[in-house]
């Protein structure tokens, strides 16, 4: 099947990618010149494991090609995939206008029977919104389809070629024929292919996310609760994920979620909300509550060094929001070294993949170090931000023969407290024991 994909970032590439990889003959359009140039000379712009191996093959195999061109791009596709952005507006809601703008560009071009995709994250009410706008000027029939994108970045292949469900908000039995033909290869494992009206769809993404924030955000308040009656969040944590009514999964404790959807998903659903008068007071506090654990550690250093950091000098270790990505967005990292920045404190850090992209946005405020060890060279205390596996078992003592205090500060509990104790670290955790 000829398909096109509106919008080459993360969401985009994945998803032209792994249906090239499918068979299908895909053409990947973005207004971004830079960025198409760079996918035509075969460079992926984002670092996501796995994703190469699918993108040279099927650039190799002629199934997939970029332009900058909207016309030229979905010439012959049955299918248009809108993967563009949907950023938080300035009340909060998601901002629809790239969607919008581009729905409204499609209407004259669309030659033939056409499947129109909302891939991105939008709220209750956009299919009927952009069929609007294509409506006023097309010429030929068209179908509206939502269905939203639940892959994680860091395994954003796996999750995209082995989907827990598909979700397809369609009221056409045509458009949904044509979704599921697409979609059959990747279905094949038994997961389900959920097909509903195009509003639940919309709500279920939203309910999805807030869901999961929402379950990330309790965790962490227990783990508050753990470290003022003595307990351990960690066993805690083992302790409730075994019930198989909670699972196991997004269960863990730390500095508050970042990304890229997480923070602006729970913000546009309550955002929604309140557009139909109904208060959705959870996500409030899951959003204040989530902002307070972000700068948790930052409280841990005040304790252990007094209010005044001026002059320190701190190592932080990790910048992407999670493991596996270089993805910056919303990342705890930098929220912390911003207010480290503010209180006089110098940083050394080191991060596997983020660095290219908090130079751009910090430029030389911050050092930028060639590995772990060289971040922690003559810094006073180590920070942790992100759990990348090379920061798990590193060699303790070199960090204590290069660290000039012997302390460290670890938003992602890497480390055994007993362990610690043993090596005659100072360690501060999330929700656990603090070693002295
Ligand atoms: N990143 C994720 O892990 C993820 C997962 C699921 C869903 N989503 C949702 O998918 C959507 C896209 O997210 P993303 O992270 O891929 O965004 P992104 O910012 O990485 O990429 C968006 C791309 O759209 C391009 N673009 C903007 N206007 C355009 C236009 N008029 N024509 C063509 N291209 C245009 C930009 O240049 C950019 O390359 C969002 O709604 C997001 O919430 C993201
Ligand atoms: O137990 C956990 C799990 C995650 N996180 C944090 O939560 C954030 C989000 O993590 P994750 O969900 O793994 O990453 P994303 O790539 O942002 O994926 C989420 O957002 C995507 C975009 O909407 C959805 O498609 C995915 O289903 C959804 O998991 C990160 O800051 C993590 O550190 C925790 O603090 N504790």
């Known amino acids: 099947m000829k398909i096109a994909v509106v919008g080459t970032g993360y969401v985009g590439l994945v998803t032209g990618t792994c249906f090239a990889e499918t068979g299908n003959h895909v053409t990947c359009i973005d207004i971004d010149e830079k960025k198409v140039e760079k996918l035509k000379n075969k460079i992926i712009p984002i670092y996501e494991p796995g994703l190469d191996v699918l993108f040279d093959r099927n650039i190799k195999q002629g199934r997939l090609d970029f332009t900058t061109n909207l016309k030229e791009g979905i010439k012959g596709a049955k299918i248009i995939f809108l993967a563009l952005p949907t950023p938080p507006g300035e009340d909060g809601s998601a901002d629809l206008s790239y969607i919008l703008g581009v729905a409204e560009d499609l209407g004259p071009l669309l030659d033939q029977y056409t499947v129109i995709v909302d891939k991105s994250t939008v709220p209750v009410g956009t299919a009927d919104k952009v069929t609007a706008k294509i409506a006023e000027n097309a010429k030929v029939e068209f179908s509206v389809v939502s269905n939203p994108e639940f892959l994680r970045e860091g395994v954003a292949v796996e999750d995209f070629m082995k989907p827990d469900r598909v979700v397809i908000g369609t009221s056409s039995t ?176 080191y991060d596997p993949e983020a660095m290219d992209n908090v130079k751009e946005l910090l430029g030389d405020s911050i050092t930028f170090c060639k590995d772990e060890y060289d971040a922690a060279e003559d810094a006073d205390a180590l920070l942790i931000m992100t759990e990348w596996p090379v920061f798990r078992t590193p060699d303790f003592d070199k960090i204590k023969s290069t660290l000039k205090d012997n302390v460290i500060f670890d938003g992602r509990n890497l480390y055994n407290t007993e362990t610690m104790a043993e090596l005659g670290i100072t360690y501060y955790s999330i929700g656990r024991a603090i070693v002295k």
């Open 174 to 349: 045509k458009a949904q024929k044509i979704m599921e033909e697409l979609y059959a290869p990747l279905v094949r494992q038994g997961n389900p292919i959920i097909t509903m009206d195009e509003k639940s769809a919309e709500l279920t993404k939203y309910a999805a996310n807030s869901f999961l924030a929402t379950k990330i955000t309790f965790m962490n308040e227990i783990a508050n609760m753990c470290e003022l009656v003595g307990a351990d969040v960690d066993m805690v944590r083992k302790g409730v994920g075994t019930d198989s009514r909670i699972g196991k999964r997004f269960l863990f404790a730390g500095i508050g979620y970042g990304g890229s959807c997480f923070p602006k998903d729970v913000q546009a659903l309550a955002k929604s909300a309140k557009e139909v008068n109904y208060n959705f007071e959870i996500l409030n506090a899951v959003m204040a509550k989530n902002k307070e654990q972000k700068t948790k550690l930052i409280d841990r250093l005040k304790d252990h060094y007094g209010s005044d950091l001026k002059g320190k000098t701190v190592a932080v270790w990790g910048l992407a929001f999670k493991p596996y990505t270089d993805d910056i967005r919303e990342a705890p990292a930098l929220v912390n070294i911003k207010a480290l920045l503010e209180a006089g404190v110098k940083i050394k850090t």
